[in-house]
Structure formats: structure tokens, C-alpha cells
């Protein structure tokens, strides 16, 4: 059954899958790559518009409790977390996410972060933990002042050398 579980994965599309083994979809979402959705998928939901980039892990469990359960006083402790990621937001490449964390609409993941806590609307977090690194409306204005002029007509039928030019001129 596993086997046929891991080639379901990779000859359907991401969000084809995650829907087959549960996980709660809005719209519009996408996917690069395939994320690992943990044991129990069903409890992580994206809302709208939301980004999984590669590599990113969603962790439901604590799986840590397996340390003591052998004790006959914690041998049926057992812990899991929802995860929710709300409208509009982004989560960076190899990411992983904690069990109980929101987080919160218009925001964005770093790459290589974990994510703890919850996080606030309109916010950049990155790191290990992740922190906060400024507000996605900063950030924005960040991104916008630092892109280059750049060949748009180029770019469109000949991404590969736009970009090449683009770093360049730097």
C-alpha cells in the first residue's frame, strides 16, 4: 500500500494528491514540488492563494512523547496540532512548519525557516525559530526598489537571458 501511496504522489500533481490524503485546499493555491504533509494531513489547511514552495515539511505530532509513553503513567499521552496558513501567503523552500501554528493572511515564510508560534497578518518571519524580519508591505516596497529596468517584452519570450542581462547591469 505504500508503495502505490508514493506513486500516486508522483504521478499526480501536488494538489491532486494533498487533497487525495486530506489536506484542506482553498483556492487558487500552488505548489512547486511536492511537500511532505506528515502522518495526518487532515489537519493542515490552506485558505486562499497560498505558495508551498519544495521541500516543505508540515509537522502535526509531537512525536517526542515516544521518550516516556513506555512509562505506564504516560502510555497514552499523545499530542497533535492543527496548521492552518490563512489567505495570501507564501512558505519558503525547505520550511517546516510545527503543529498548532496559524499563520496569519498576507504573510510570508522564509526558506529554511520553522515556524514554532503563530504568525501575525502582513508579517516576513524567517530563521530557526523563525523571527520577525519586517512587515510584507515593507518588504514589498523593498523588493520593488531594488528590481532593476529590464527588457519586459525579453523577458517574456526569453527568461533565461532577460535575467542573465538583468543581473548584469548590476
Known amino acids: 500500500m505504500k508503495i502505490i501511496s508514493r506513486l500516486k504522489k508522483f504521478f499526480s500533481s501536488p494538489e491532486t494528491y494533498a487533497r487525495q490524503i486530506g489536506v484542506n485546499i482553498g483556492e487558487r493555491c500552488r505548489f512547486n514540488g511536492h511537500p511532505n504533509w506528515g502522518s495526518e494531513p487532515w489537519l493542515v489547511t490552506l485558505e486562499n492563494h497560498v505558495e508551498i514552495s519544495s521541500n516543505v515539511s508540515f509537522v502535526t505530532h509531537d512525536g517526542g512523547t515516544w521518550v ?3 512509562l505506564e503513567k504516560y502510555k497514552d ?3 497533535f496540532g492543527l496548521i492552518n496558513i ?3 501567503c507564501f512558505i519558503g523552500t525547505h520550511s517546516i512548519i510545527l503543529p498548532n501554528v496559524t ?4 504573510s510570508i515564510i522564509g526558506a529554511g525557516s520553522v515556524v514554532t508560534k503563530d504568525i501575525p497578518e502582513g508579517c516576513v518571519y524567517a530563521g530557526v525559530p523563525a523571527q520577525f524580519i519586517c512587515s510584507t508591505k515593507d518588504y ?3 523588493c520593488l526598489s531594488q528590481t532593476p529596468d529590464y527588457d519586459k517584452a525579453l523577458y517574456k ?3 533565461k537571458k532577460a535575467i542573465l542581462q538583468m543581473l548584469e547591469g548590476k
Do not use: M, Q, S
Open 68 to 70: 516516556f509513553r513506555h
Open 77 to 79: 499521552v499523545k499530542r
Open 86 to 88: 490563512k489567505d495570501n
Open 103 to 106: 499563520i496569519g493572511p498576507n
Open 140 to 142: 514589498a516596497e523593498k
Open 157 to 159: 519570450t526569453n527568461k
